[in-house]
């Protein structure tokens, strides 16, 4: 479970036997060709794989550099990536015979997902979720509960993602019985990166032939956003061994460098190695190992943490490493609108952002590959504040004087 | 070694040792050493000082807060060492660091175990860090005759215990029940049937935590086990009261 | 451009020319199998097509009948099946050489799609919607401004769907020189109807392959929901020439039948031919011929009129006509979500509601095919509203104290 | 035919006849009796009387929302007949039903015409009826003597100009430009060649529309057209100061 020295499992003695068994049934699933079938045919029929590959021609053609070329996550059932991971974990769930399955989210697309696999395979739900992400990612609290789960606004700490992670241990120890805990990132104890890796791992494998096919090549640079490392990872591991292949994580700038105003881990200076959250990794905390307060327009990359493998691939150099703040965030996300009909996610805007910045100064002969992790739809609330849209502002003005304000 | 007699010297006037446990800062040192002192009168024998930690994902709720409250004020490491040190010279009983891995992981296995040692402490329990990731902290700490203690669980399997039980030094923290700190445990026979094992296969001695509130709770362990751990009950007692209600609980436990 | 005695072009003089430009184009591209290709083409790299057949064992056990299988339309880029004619059309007005395309909105789905068709074709777009649907579909009127689009709230009639018809209408009589009208229905003035359908077949050219592959056999019922039409009509062209597959269309039923409570215009009595909007079908209108006062909770499928090939089919009884009420509407959804994690539309959703209706009453070798058109996250206001949601006012309430309620 | 004859008649004292038009009921049926007094007595040859309709998707702003306040107070194709009726005793003026299509249709053709008939219409304006669409309703009304109004517009193509005008009956109705009703049209050398154009081909007088709303404008078309049709102008007129207005704005043509 190490990937150079990171990664680890670092748990309560009382989850030792739950998490053998765990890597017990990973490592039969990962030796099981039929399993990859089961899920490959599981994630067609059911959250429309493959996803496409676009060519960007208007973006490209503005931009003046680099062909751009986006892998389509955004098109899954229920909106993002997350799905890839949480159908594997639901088959995995059905193998071990638990009932149950708890998750924690940030953005609420993992809860979404987790929700709609607990629906679709009879699992009892319930969901942690920090309370600054319920109030801001209502939407997809509403489609939680109301696909079956429960909802718990975590109230401890910063209130955001690693708050619930924090909560779903907790939940875990005390129904590791019954319980299956779906991670929803790349990150927390082994074996959890990798296995959410290999299960995102579907996103690169199909991006690379698609590739190839459409662009006639493989790509020079291939962008995706950072948080816990998920979508980053699925895309990446398309790439690993191709060394021309320039591999770039896009991490939450936020507010910019400085303790406390984003939640870069690795490309600005604000993070250290640490051991928390059951994994050991490059966290943002002081220097008595507490971790830090985070802040990110995008509530899917706001984490503490990021996903082992890319920390040892980023020290290796074979992984490179991006802040973009908010407001980069934002033109980005409006350029794609209005340039492409694209809606991509504030989370993968990241990787949009940074694309394009980097897509002018290239040749027009080099081809950049995107994954858009999500679509931006759930962030509608986050978005019109964003763009501090009026008409919006006196829509929910309206709705809140009729629901009695 | 030393954890050892000390222990088996208490037990000969009683047959239940005790540890209790606060959270350094919280509410505040000023009350901590005013807790310390009716748990000293109580004649408690070993003390965990939880160095606060903003992810502090196996404790229940009250310790959360307590957690996240500390840590919020600005408790430091630094500070509950020295807090440590005070405390080991002020009282009779046996001081150990409870905490997570990220804060010995931050300082150093070296500067963690040797600053503990200076501090008087006699041991260490770090939950979140399992015996296959344990070795170097606890090779050193042994060196410096600084005990780090393991934990037995009931869902660990036989196997699992036996290896626990060659790594253990001082005592043994037995698990009662799944879960995080801070609710009730019921104390029946399939709890004293798993005491009974851990204690036959444990080489030293056993205390039990996780749930343990209560005079019948006492008496229960005092069949199954050397000592009892007290935790969230008695910050819940000084949360409800402080020095008063934390003293009526004691005296409910039939020790003040 | 008829369909027995339904169809046909009712538009002002002015508009002949620019109409038989348009009816002129659509046979060249009919004609041409490269453009097809094209168009699927487009449509797998940029849309995620072909969109699957979930099998859902969930509901089917349930029910303890038919074997329910659901065409995921959802699955489309822009989230409903509206995004196929669109491109098709987008694809038409490139080669008819116009460089501003207009069109109505009901649910607001086919004016998001319509808005991200001229974003990523570079047209100038503007979006009528009667004031009555921007007020409860706000979400996607967001999303197409930010797209580009202008976005006009028809404060006429009775300010849904066929207001914004007429305002198209008076804009293209206005602007025909440079404008090409995107109607998003199968229904107005040939060569619509037949040029709409024709880009949805796209639909059930895919579908029934797809179950014959995963059911094994051909579906005995095929249900869509029906508004102006386009999606029923996409899906049953696969199956029309299969005599034993029976085709329900399900009607807006909103409060059940009586002039002004529903939108249906062939399952229940309140409705009688006419012409209207271009195009001879049977409207919801009195004597007069003046158009009724139409009533549901889905946006979509409040319409006064019907694809006339659909009526057509209705008489020769190829195609059953069945209406859904509000009331039952929202059970199927909430059915549908906590079974098998799918949120269909509401308009979808109506198609549910009859198919769950039906299924149990079927033996379990049969086989049932639901269109879902759309996804029912853009409903979430309405959801909410219908499900009286307590949560999510209070969150709107926050909200708007937060904008200075 | 009778109309032509009545057309011939009235150009034998002034160089353009001139249209215009009321919404039956909008804003009521009294409002437009003193309406048609005022154009009785600037001398109009003929006035359309437009049968509401919910969706008149080929008129401006200000007829849509008269068609819809007019449908909404419970105007009824029964009421603008017998409303004609008593216009057309009561004027010396030529009526024109003028609406859509679907009232028509609703009715059936032959009710229709025999209804226009019987109130003393001379023929029907409904432009959401193309050629292609219109030959029963326009055999049949030609067998009672009532005038089918065709429309030539500046988009369709010489040809279809030359099919318009075989169709064409009573006179010609031109529109002026693109677009619905009530926009200003600048009456230039363009629309003055594409009237010419309309003219020579029409077998019957021409009259103009969309946008007329001057004396210049009449002027212009004095030139180039048998007749002026006035819309908006009038409606316009009557919403900014009832008799007062329209009587000024008759007066600003100078027909009064």
């Known amino acids: ?405 | 070694m030393a954890l050892n007699e000390y222990i088996a010297s208490r037990k000969q006037n009683k047959d239940l040792l005790l540890m209790t446990h606060v959270v350094c800062g919280y509410p505040s040192f000023e009350a901590n050493l005013k807790e310390l002192e009716i748990m000293a009168e109580a004649g408690v024998d070993f003390v965990e000082l939880q160095f606060p930690f903003s992810e502090p994902s196996a404790d229940g709720p009250l310790f959360v807060k307590a957690n996240q409250i500390a840590v919020e004020s600005g408790v430091t490491v630094e500070q509950c060492f020295e807090f440590m040190a005070k405390v080991s010279q002020r009282f009779d009983f046996k001081v150990l660091m409870m905490g997570y891995y990220n804060t010995v992981f931050k300082m150093g296995h070296e500067a963690f175990v040797d600053a503990l040692k200076a501090a008087g402490g006699c041991g260490f329990i770090v939950p979140d860090l399992p015996l296959e990731e344990a070795k170097p902290l606890h090779d050193y700490a042994k060196t410096q005759d600084i005990a780090p203690i393991v934990l037995m669980t009931p869902t660990n399997t036989d196997e699992r215990l036996q290896t626990i039980a060659e790594a253990a030094d001082g005592f043994v923290y037995v698990v009662a029940r799944r879960g995080v700190t801070g609710s009730k445990t019921e104390m029946d026979a399939e709890v004293g049937e798993f005491l009974d094992k851990c204690r036959t296969l444990s080489p030293v001695p056993i205390g039990v935590g996780f749930g343990v509130s209560a005079k019948e709770d006492l008496e229960f362990l005092a069949k199954h086990a050397d000592m009892g751990i007290i935790g969230t009950a008695a910050l819940k007692a000084w949360e409800r009261g402080e020095e008063k209600a934390l003293r009526d609980f004691f005296a409910s436990l039939g020790l003040l």
Request: glycine content about 10%; some cysteine; aromatic content about 10%.
């Open chain 1, 1 to 405: 479970g190490y990937y150079g020295e990171y990664g680890g499992c670092f748990l309560p003695e009382i989850l030792t036997t739950t998490i053998e068994e765990l890597k017990a049934a990973f490592q039969d699933i990962k030796h099981d060709p039929s399993f990859w079938q089961e899920f490959e045919q599981l994630m067609q029929s059911y959250s429309g794989r493959p996803t496409p590959v676009s060519y960007l021609a208007n973006l490209s053609a503005k931009l003046g550099g680099a062909q751009i070329y986006v892998k389509r996550e955004d098109l899954n059932h229920t909106g993002s990536h997350k799905i890839n991971n949480v159908m594997g974990q639901g088959l995995l769930c059905k193998r071990i015979g638990k009932s149950r399955v708890i998750a924690e989210t940030g953005a609420g697309q993992h809860g979404f997902a987790t929700a709609t696999m607990a629906a679709r395979f009879g699992f009892d739900c319930k969901i942690y979720m920090g309370a600054v992400d319920v109030a801001r990612q209502r939407p997809n609290v509403f489609w939680m509960e109301n696909l079956g789960a429960e909802v718990v606004a975590v109230q401890d700490g910063q209130q955001t993602l690693k708050d619930a992670i924090n909560e779903c241990l907790r939940d875990w120890v005390t129904n590791m019985h019954d319980t299956h805990y779906v991670l929803g990132t790349a990150a927390g104890p082994h074996p959890f990166p990798e296995m959410v890796s290999y299960f995102q791992s579907i996103i690169g494998r199909e991006a690379r032939g698609q590739i190839q096919k459409i662009a006639g090549k493989l790509p020079d640079r291939v962008f995706a956003c950072v948080g816990g490392g998920s979508n980053a990872m699925g895309l990446f591991q398309g790439f690993l061994d191709d060394q021309a292949v320039e591999l770039v994580g896009c991490e939450a700038g936020g507010l910019g460098p400085g303790e406390g105003n984003h939640a870069s881990r690795l490309a600005y200076k604000d993070a250290s190695v640490g051991v928390a959250q059951g994994f050991k990794t490059y966290f943002l905390q002081n220097k008595d190992g507490n971790m830090l307060h985070t802040k990110s327009v995008a509530a899917g990359l706001d984490y503490i943490g990021v996903n082992p493998a890319l920390v040892h691939l980023w020290e290796q150099k074979r992984v490179r490493f991006e802040a973009v703040t908010d407001a980069e965030v934002t033109e980005a996300l409006k350029l794609c609108m209005k340039t492409e009909g694209l809606i991509p996610a504030l989370e993968s805007s990241h990787a949009f952002a940074r694309a394009i910045e980097e897509a002018s100064k290239m040749s027009k002969d080099e081809v950049i590959l995107i994954n858009q992790s999500g679509r931006g739809d759930k962030d509608i609330f986050t978005v019109a504040d964003a763009l501090d849209d009026d008409h919006w502002k006196s829509f929910i003005k309206t709705k809140a004087e009729h629901y009695g304000a």
